[in-house]
DNA sequence: CCAGTAACTTTAAAAATGCAAGTTTATACT
DNA sequence: AGTATAAACTTGCATTTTTAAAGTTACTGG
């Protein structure tokens, strides 16, 4: 099924925003980028800990908005991993300029990878 | 009262979203940012219609969270503009981002400001 | 006193999120 | 054959957040 992704208004970055701005979104795709994580289990195992169905409900939503594929690697048994398309690689530049704020400006007690 | 943010994890992409992992914070850092726009109203009249009580809401985050503060530019009657802090300016070249990707990568039938 | 404006707050209904448990498909082990 | 394990999801339900709309407060200019 489609998932369509309504948007608020014709500016880049509330269309950006219509499709990754949630608690969770940014966190797979920092999880695919840079810690080489591209399956269902990888995803869920990682530090945030994002409740099973809102990481499928998220994954289908990206899969849908062109971001993601979900590729078979093996059959016997077939297994699938989420790989970055074109656009997704696109990402990368916002969740670098993420991190360095997260860094040069949340620092609290410590930020550390993952 | 002050608003204080939990975070999830020590990543410092995951502390960013803690902050601005919404749908909202991140456009009304647009109309600070970009559009000049700096008081409730304007910040209320902006294209993407935010609910008046999530403007307040997020408002009261931005400003615990140190990204902005608000304050007096006139007496007689008092109103109140919301300002960038250092912090808070250090917002821009994530919006930067994401404005690239939406228009590089999101333009359906026409991407434009605001 | 009355209308108008900025800056919020309140309310109730709708939607999203979070948590735990359950399902499906397939292989491996005994 | 029967049991166990694993990946990849799905379901049900309580809690929280979001939405839309209306209401409030403080002040002012006529």
């Not at 289990?41 to 993601?68: M, W, Y």
Request: net charge positive; with cysteine; hydrophobic share 40%.
């Amino acid at each position: 099924m489609k998932q369509t992704v309504a948007h608020r208004s014709p500016c880049p970055i509330s269309r950006t925003l219509d499709i990754m701005g949630d608690k969770w979104t940014l966190v797979i795709l920092r999880d695919i980028t840079f810690f080489n994580r591209h399956t269902y289990a990888e995803l869920a195992a990682s530090r945030e800990k994002i409740p099973t169905n809102l990481l499928a409900d998220r994954l289908k939503r990206l899969v849908g908005a062109g971001l993601l594929e979900k590729v078979p690697y093996q059959d016997r048994p077939v297994r699938y991993r989420y790989q970055l398309t074109e656009a997704g690689q696109a990402i990368r530049p916002i969740l670098m300029a993420m991190k360095k704020f997260g860094e040069q400006h949340l620092s609290g007690e410590g930020t550390k990878a993952p």
